[in-house]
């Protein structure tokens, strides 16, 4: 990358963010990680009954809090398993299940719109007065199948860490020569990539803007590498650090909250990063049909 590129990537970080700061970041992360944390064990659950169908449902569990604990702890990971269980001991039946996988939808779901309504201020459009409830059914369906996606790209990084560990020992083994952080940082840059496919999966389906792929795909990937950074700094500093012994009873929920708070503030950095990224490269902006656009004008 030349000096040029360099420069001009600078710019659009600086660009972003002061857009970022326009937006009001504090309100979107915040009411963001409210709904998050209502929403994380409905999100879980609702992805353990779908994949269920095809995955042991027991071994997927056990998965969830392993990928959890190594990113939160394991005091968080001990508090989001008791509420699971909670949640999963409910007496079953036809009316009940059904019921409780409707609402457990509507409270994922609402995450997500939440979300949606962030990118529409960041991207200045609205939804056009007296939508239709399909409007609202199509939303709701869209937010149910990005956490679905979320689903398969966590099952697609598990396998590759399963295939990456089981390749790296053999590999170590035939080699010894072959450090073992070679293998690690295969592991972050696949993980890397699958975080990229995730956001990219948000910023293009979410907001009501139509966008092409390849103007997505930059500020996905910077999103994607502070998102890893966040995770390096909770699992090396904040976990190891012993916040329960500043906040007591309530760490977890407090480390919890932090986390879910910087990935939100990431989220719409790059969000931000987006808009800036395709008004640079002049991509004429389309809103959905049931959308219009606006613009906010500074009176004297």
């Known amino acids: 990358m030349n000096t040029k590129k360099l420069l001009m990537f600078w710019e659009l970080l600086k660009e972003s963010f002061e857009y970022f700061i326009q937006n009001d970041p504090l309100r979107l992360s915040s009411s963001t990680s409210f709904f998050a944390t209502f929403s994380l064990i409905p999100i879980i659950v609702l992805l353990l009954h779908a994949f269920s169908i095809v995955f042991d449902k027991q071994l997927l569990?056990?998965?969830?809090?392993?990928?959890?604990?190594?990113?939160?702890?394991?005091?968080?990971?001990?508090?989001?398993?008791t509420i699971l269980g909670n949640v999963q001991e409910i007496q079953q039946g036809v009316w009940i299940t059904l019921g409780i996988i409707l609402f457990l939808s509507f409270v994922a779901t609402t995450l997500f719109m939440v979300v949606q309504r962030s990118f529409n201020q960041i991207w200045r459009v609205k939804s056009k007065e007296g939508v239709s409830y399909m409007f609202i059914l199509k939303n709701r369906g869209i937010s149910l199948l990005v956490i679905l996606v979320t689903g398969l790209l966590f099952l697609v990084m598990l396998s590759l860490d399963i295939v990456i560990s089981s390749l790296?020992?053999?590999?170590?083994?035939?080699?010894?020569?072959?450090?073992?952080?070679?293998?690690?940082?295969?592991?972050?840059?696949?993980?890397l990539g699958i975080f990229t496919l995730w956001f990219?999966?948000?910023?293009?389906f979410l907001p009501d803007v139509i966008l092409n792929w390849k103007t997505v795909w930059p500020g996905s990937f910077l999103t994607a590498v502070l998102f890893?950074?966040?995770?390096?700094?909770?699992?090396?500093?904040?976990i190891s650090g012993n916040i329960d012994n500043?906040?007591?009873?309530?760490?977890?929920?407090?480390?919890?909250l932090l986390f879910i708070f910087y990935s939100s503030f990431i989220l719409y950095y790059g969000a931000c990063f987006v808009k800036t990224y395709a008004e640079h490269a002049a991509e004429e902006l389309e809103t959905t049909k049931f959308a219009v656009r606006y613009e906010i004008k500074k009176i004297d």
């Not at 500043?246 to 919890?256: P, Q, R």
């Open 61 to 81: 569990t056990e998965e969830v809090l392993s990928a959890l604990e190594s990113n939160l702890g394991e005091e968080t990971t001990n508090y989001l398993s």
């Open 168 to 191: 790296g020992e053999n590999v170590l083994y035939i080699i010894p020569a072959i450090d073992q952080w070679l293998m690690d940082l295969l592991n972050f840059a696949l993980s």
């Open 200 to 204: 990219a999966s948000m910023y293009k």
């Open 228 to 238: 890893s950074i966040g995770q390096f700094i909770l699992e090396h500093v904040l």
């Open 246 to 256: 500043i906040y007591g009873a309530s760490g977890s929920l407090v480390l919890l």
